[in-house]
């Protein structure tokens, strides 16, 4: 708490705060993954986790600085030092000794999608049919240890994923539920109901939280862990969800998920 304070920065009177050019960077790598991390028609980082990180950053006296990487990728760009953390609707389940944590700052559920007149309705009807997944994802994880399933492709991001599913490529895909309800939305520029449906099984419910390299100590993941309980308790990310379209309610982080 005492690094975070002092990074925010003491001024006596008559000092001027830093500008943001004078603040220290927080590095954040994340891919495409509407509505959470994606590149808005001006050009710039938009999405949920981007809005969070600007603020929680805010609030430790940093500048946050986006990198759009490959999701496959992402472990070597930590070991490399390109960024300082991956943020992007990231589970936590299952991976709480891989990385160094900052969070969780929301749950989300992982679901599997099919074609709205799929006779596929229940996570049983899965065994013998072909999955798509985003590749090093959570639902990879989960269908790669399914040996009922026909076949599991995985693909390097969530377009390619839908595409698979609209061309007949696959019989179903899985991911994170919002992620899915955003596609499902702009997906050549249909409604939501007209091409898909979600199954009414969770998969999982995962909290989201923030990775940091394992053997990091400079305290920042403990500072951002903080910045993200003052956004959650006074509201802020429950603002952004809501923005985004999101019950905030649905996301609120349960005891025993993480």
Same mark, same amino acid.
Not at 6 to 23: H, K, M, R
Not at 108 to 137: F, H, M, P, W
């Given at each position: 708490?005492?690094?975070?304070?002092?990074?925010?920065?003491?001024?006596?009177? +008559?000092?001027?705060?830093?500008?943001?050019?004078?603040?220290?960077?927080?590095?954040?790598?994340?891919?495409?993954? !509407? !509505?959470?991390?994606?590149?808005?028609?001006?050009?710039?980082?938009?999405? @949920?986790?981007?809005?969070?990180?600007?603020?929680?950053?805010?609030?430790?006296?940093?500048?946050?600085?986006?990198?759009?990487?490959?999701?496959?990728?992402?472990?070597?760009?930590?070991?490399?030092?390109?960024?300082?953390?991956?943020?992007?609707?990231?589970?936590?389940?299952?991976?709480?000794?891989?990385?160094?944590?900052?969070? !969780?700052?929301?749950?989300?559920?992982?679901?599997?999608?099919?074609?709205?007149?799929?006779?596929?309705?229940?996570?049983?009807?899965?065994?013998?049919?072909?999955?798509?997944?985003?590749?090093?994802?959570?639902?990879?994880?989960?269908?790669?240890?399914?040996?009922?399933?026909?076949?599991?492709?995985?693909?390097?991001?969530?377009?390619?994923?839908?595409?698979?599913?609209?061309?007949?490529?696959?019989?179903? @895909?899985?991911?994170?539920?919002?992620?899915?309800?955003?596609?499902?939305?702009?997906?050549?520029?249909?409604?939501?109901?007209?091409?898909?449906?979600?199954?009414?099984?969770?998969?999982?419910?995962?909290?989201?939280?923030?990775?940091?390299?394992? +053997?990091?100590?400079?305290?920042?993941?403990?500072?951002?862990?903080?910045?993200? +309980?003052?956004?959650?308790?006074?509201?802020?990310?429950?603002?952004?969800?809501?923005?985004?379209?999101?019950?905030?309610?649905?996301?609120?982080?349960?005891?025993?998920?993480?």
């Amino acid at each position: 708490m005492l690094a975070a304070f002092f990074a925010a920065g003491v001024f006596g009177c +008559g000092q001027t705060p830093p500008s943001d050019a004078d603040l220290p960077v927080l590095t954040i790598a994340s891919d495409e993954y !509407p !509505p959470f991390f994606y590149v808005s028609e001006s050009g710039e980082y938009a999405g @949920i986790d981007v809005e969070l990180a600007v603020e929680a950053c805010r609030r430790m006296g940093y500048k946050a600085k986006f990198v759009r990487i490959r999701w496959a990728e992402k472990n070597d760009v930590l070991a490399r030092g390109e960024a300082d953390c991956l943020w992007g609707s990231f589970s936590m389940n299952g991976r709480e000794d891989e990385y160094l944590w900052a969070g !969780p700052y929301m749950t989300s559920r992982q679901v599997v999608a099919v074609g709205k007149n799929s006779g596929i309705n229940t996570l049983a009807d899965l065994a013998g049919k072909r999955v798509g997944v985003q590749i090093t994802t959570k639902a990879d994880e989960i269908f790669s240890k399914r040996e009922d399933i026909a076949e599991l492709y995985c693909y390097s991001d969530m377009s390619l994923v839908f595409a698979a599913l609209r061309k007949g490529y696959v019989d179903a @895909i899985a991911g994170h539920e919002t992620a899915f309800l955003e596609f499902m939305k702009t997906d050549s520029g249909r409604s939501e109901t007209s091409r898909y449906r979600i199954l009414d099984e969770t998969l999982l419910s995962v909290n989201l939280g923030v990775a940091f390299a394992l +053997g990091r100590s400079d305290g920042l993941a403990e500072s951002l862990t903080a910045a993200i +309980g003052e956004m959650r308790a006074d509201g802020f990310i429950a603002g952004v969800l809501t923005r985004h379209g999101l019950d905030p309610a649905r996301a609120e982080i349960g005891e025993g998920t993480v």
